[in-house]
């Protein structure tokens, strides 16, 4: 990569992708909410800001996520479900990267090779789904994956080395996770970060607008 836009760049993944990049001799431009005031979930904020960019950018990486929201995590059950929390994982987890593609288009080259990649999560896959519970999330993340899924088809009739790309980035130790790992495997943000990039290396245009693992394994929808 040479130029790179690091969308969520002072979160655990999103701070690790930006020096991980610039350790690999990329450009990197960090936009967050807490550091630049951009609020994926605020069309206005997310116009405004891509706006004030020059590009072209051949990676824009939206590392923007969240499974607690307002005091309200994950739900263990159907009767735990409320419909604000729902909206809020939705803002967050699907329409913030959506906005964020809407409005970076003209920051992609049209010719040459340039990633979109958003982090996704496997339990946002239907198909891999054998536990249930985690409502809202599911469903953000799934939601997540059929947007980009869509986008990386219209994407394609104008920019036709673009890859659109959802990313699993496995069990990460970061704040966002730690009420919710127990004894699971975690990595480090920075062993995450050096995994994603290779994957984001290794995707052809013809993998526009798929679901993949943090080892390049597609994951069903």
Not at 17 to 25: K, V
Not at 53 to 64: E, K, M, N, W, Y
Not at 196 to 219: C, H, M, N, T, W
């Amino acid at each position: 990569m040479r130029q790179a836009l690091v969308v969520g760049a002072t979160g655990g993944i999103g701070a690790a992708l930006a020096e991980e990049l610039a350790r690999r001799g990329a450009g990197v431009t960090a936009l967050s909410r807490a550091r630049d005031g951009f609020d994926v979930t605020n069309e206005n904020a997310v116009e405004a800001g891509l706006a004030r960019l020059d590009g072209p950018f051949d990676l824009i990486f939206v590392a923007t996520g969240a499974l607690e929201l307002n005091g309200k995590g994950p739900e263990k059950s159907l009767k735990e479900l409320e419909p604000r929390a729902l909206v809020d994982q939705f803002a967050v987890n699907c329409l913030g990267p959506a906005l964020v593609l809407k409005h970076a288009r003209h920051l992609m080259p049209r010719r040459e090779r340039a990633v979109f990649a958003a982090l996704s999560a496997r339990v946002g896959s239907i198909g891999d789904n054998g536990k249930g519970g985690w409502y809202s999330y599911r469903v953000a993340k799934a939601a997540l994956n059929q947007m980009l899924h869509t986008a990386a088809i219209e994407l394609a009739r104008t920019h036709r080395e673009a890859i659109v790309a959802a990313l699993h980035p496995g069990t990460v130790a970061t704040p966002l996770t730690e009420k919710f790992v127990g004894d699971h495997p975690t990595v480090s943000p920075a062993e995450a970060a050096g995994r994603l990039l290779e994957v984001v290396e290794g995707l052809k245009p013809a993998q526009s607008g798929g679901f993949f693992d943090y080892a390049g394994r597609e994951i069903p929808w």
